[in-house]
Each structure stands twice: as structure tokens, then as C-alpha cells.
């Protein structure tokens, strides 16, 4: 067992050696320990992926070395029971010691109040009032996921979002009113394509808002109001490497639909 499961490591492990080859030289005994790490790691721990040699592969390679070791994961699940767990074990390994499992975000959202207000307007004894003819919405956001598996990420998002509306009687402004609402939720996404370059996911979140505002009228009134919020990214898409670009849809704080960019790091 022992055996087929350093064998399994060695060989997702390989395209570290052909590829850090021609960056490190065995001039010296640390060299020389660097240049035989792959299989040293295999045998002694899969995890033990030594830091220098890791420093040294590009995100290209170490995105090829990940989906080689998927590919022996993907190959061995037809195999025995022992083979496919050993395989298992060690695309784990491989994927946790190479993969950029941090990530940074931030975006523009659209509210679904942005998709187009004209205002309302009606009658009242002789008076013609006006609601809602300076709403103006946006959505940012910023936030941190964390990859626990190939799967399953968890994070935070810190969004803001401003509404202004006014109103008006026979023309003649009567009060405005601003609100400005902001969310702290954690998050669980689940990346249900899980590529060196395209990702596709879903999010769910959870957490509380308070809305701020504001009503300028004779006098100025003030007031807040906190609340619970459950919200659903139902698609996005990431593309790139480290720095990459995304898209979201869903119904949330960050808005019915998004752009922003991102920055992975291990």
C-alpha cells in the first residue's frame, strides 16, 4: 500500500524535477537536495513539497502538475480500492501544496433598482406628487474566499449600496431621502468546474445588513435598521490564473449581477 502510494506521489510529483531542472544547479549540497526532492517528498511526506522548489515553478507548471495528478486520481477510480484511495491521497497532496488557495476580491454590482425607475406620479386633491425621480443604485464589494478542497471554498464579503429617491409636489421638492445599506456576510461556494483557467461556481450567503439613512426635508431625521440576509449567487465565472477577472448572477447584496477581479495566492 505503502508502495503504490509513493509511486502515485512520485509520479504526479515528476513535472516539478523537468521543470525546476533548469533553474536549479547541484553545485552545492542544498542544490543537490533540492533536485532529488520530488521522490524524497513522496517517500518521506506528500505534503513535503520543499518551499524553494515550489518558488521556482511557474503557475503554468504548477497548474500542469495539478492536472497530471488529476488525471492518475481520475485514471485509478476504476482500479482497486487500495489504488483509488492511494490516488486519491495524493492528488490531495499535490493540490494543497500547489494550489493558490487565498483569494482577494473586489466588484461592481448592479441593484435591481438600477434596471429603471421612472418615478411615480398621481393625483391627490387637486396635487400632483412625484415619488422616485432621482434613485440612483450601485453596488461594491469586496471580499476574501478561502479554498478548503477542490470543491469547497469559505469566505467574507463587506458590500455597500446606495439608494436616493426624492419627492415632489406640483414640482416642487418635498424631502429626499438616502439610504446606504451595508452587508458583512460569510460565504460558502461550492466550484463546480474547477479549471487552471476557468472556474465556475455558486455562493451562498449569510449574515446582516443595516441600512443608514437619511431624509432631508424641514429638518434632517436619521436612522438605522439591522437585519438578517440569506442570498444566492446562482452562476459566476472566474477567468485567469492569479490575477483574473469575474462575472456573477444571483440575488444579493453584491446585486443581481456583478463584475469585478480577484488576486490568488498561496
Known sequence: MKK????????????????????ISADGPD?????????E???????????????NLTDKECSDMVM??????KAARSGPREVNRAARKAFNAVWRALTCRHEVMVSYGLSPYALGNNGIEFGFDGD????????????????????????WSVGLSVSISTV???????????????????????????????????????????????????????????????????TLTMAGISVGRRLHG???????????ACVGVGYSFR
Open 31 to 39: 542544490d543537490s537536495e533540492l533536485c532529488n526532492l520530488p521522490v
Open 164 to 230: 436616493k429617491d426624492s419627492a415632489s409636489k406640483n414640482g416642487e421638492r418635498i424631502f429626499t431621502c438616502r439610504t446606504s445599506t451595508l452587508g458583512i456576510v460569510p460565504a460558502l461556494r461550492l466550484n463546480w468546474i474547477d479549471r487552471p483557467m476557468v472556474k465556475c461556481y455558486s455562493e451562498l450567503q449569510a449574515g446582516y445588513a443595516c441600512d443608514f439613512t437619511r431624509i432631508d426635508s424641514d429638518e434632517v431625521e436619521r436612522f438605522r435598521q439591522s437585519y438578517p440576509v440569506v
Open 246 to 256: 469575474f462575472a456573477e448572477f444571483g440575488a444579493g447584496l453584491r446585486g443581481i
Open 4 to 23: 503504490i502510494f509513493t509511486l502515485l506521489v512520485a509520479a504526479a510529483l515528476a513535472v516539478t524535477t523537468a521543470a525546476a531542472q533548469d533553474r
Open 68 to 73: 497530471a495528478a488529476l488525471a492518475v486520481r
Open 128 to 151: 400632483t406628487y412625484r415619488y422616485g425621480d432621482d434613485r440612483r443604485t450601485y453596488g461594491l464589494a469586496a471580499g476574501y474566499m478561502y479554498r478548503l478542497s477542490r470543491r
Open 41 to 55: 517528498a513522496a517517500e518521506a511526506s506528500p505534503t513535503a513539497i520543499h518551499s524553494d522548489v515550489r518558488r
